[in-house]
C-alpha cells in the first residue's frame, strides 16, 4: 500500500528554530532518506518552495485568472512529502515518526494512504 507522508511548514514554528536546529532539521531527512530507500520503501519525494513563490488558478465564467500566492491565508502550508510503499499503516507511522520534523515541537506528519496513483506517461 502506497502512503503520502506530508509535511505541513509552520513559519512562526520555524523561524522560532535556532540556525542550528533547523540544519540539523534539514540534515536529518538525508539520513531518513537513506533509510526509506535502503528498506527499498521510498517511491519519491518533493520539497516544495515558499508560498510566496506559487500561483492559484482559477477558470471563471470560462476565463481564467491567475493570482499570486498560497491560495488561502493560514498559518501552516504543504512544505513537501514523501511518497513511499509500505507493508501496513503501522510502518507507515513508523516512517513517519522518522521524518526529523515530526521531532519539532508544533510540527507533525500526516500520513494519509493513497486510494489512486496513475501512470505519468499514460
Same mark, same amino acid.
Request: no cysteine; aromatic share 4%.
Given at each position: 500500500m502506497k502512503y503520502?507522508?506530508?509535511?505541513?511548514?509552520? &513559519?512562526?514554528?520555524? %523561524?522560532?528554530l535556532t540556525e542550528a536546529e533547523r540544519e540539523e532539521v534539514m540534515s536529518a531527512h538525508g539520513a531518513f532518506m537513506e533509510t526509506v530507500r535502503a528498506s527499498g520503501e521510498l517511491v519519491g519525494t518533493v520539497a516544495l518552495a515558499d508560498p510566496s513563490q506559487?500561483?492559484?488558478?482559477?477558470?471563471?465564467?470560462g476565463? &481564467?485568472?491567475?493570482? %499570486?500566492?498560497?491560495?488561502?491565508?493560514?498559518k501552516e502550508h504543504l512544505g513537501g512529502y514523501y511518497l513511499v510503499e509500505c507493508d501496513s499503516r503501522e510502518r507507515a507511522l513508523e516512517l513517519a515518526a522518522?521524518?526529523?520534523?515530526?521531532?519539532?515541537?508544533?510540527?507533525?506528519i500526516e500520513v494519509r494512504p493513497v486510494v489512486f496513483a496513475g501512470p505519468a506517461g499514460a
Open positions: 503520502l507522508l506530508i509535511m505541513h511548514n509552520n &513559519p512562526r514554528i520555524w %523561524d522560532a506559487s500561483a492559484v488558478v482559477r477558470v471563471r465564467g476565463v &481564467p485568472a491567475v493570482t %499570486d500566492g498560497p491560495y488561502l491565508e493560514a522518522l521524518i526529523p520534523d515530526a521531532g519539532v515541537e508544533g510540527l507533525g
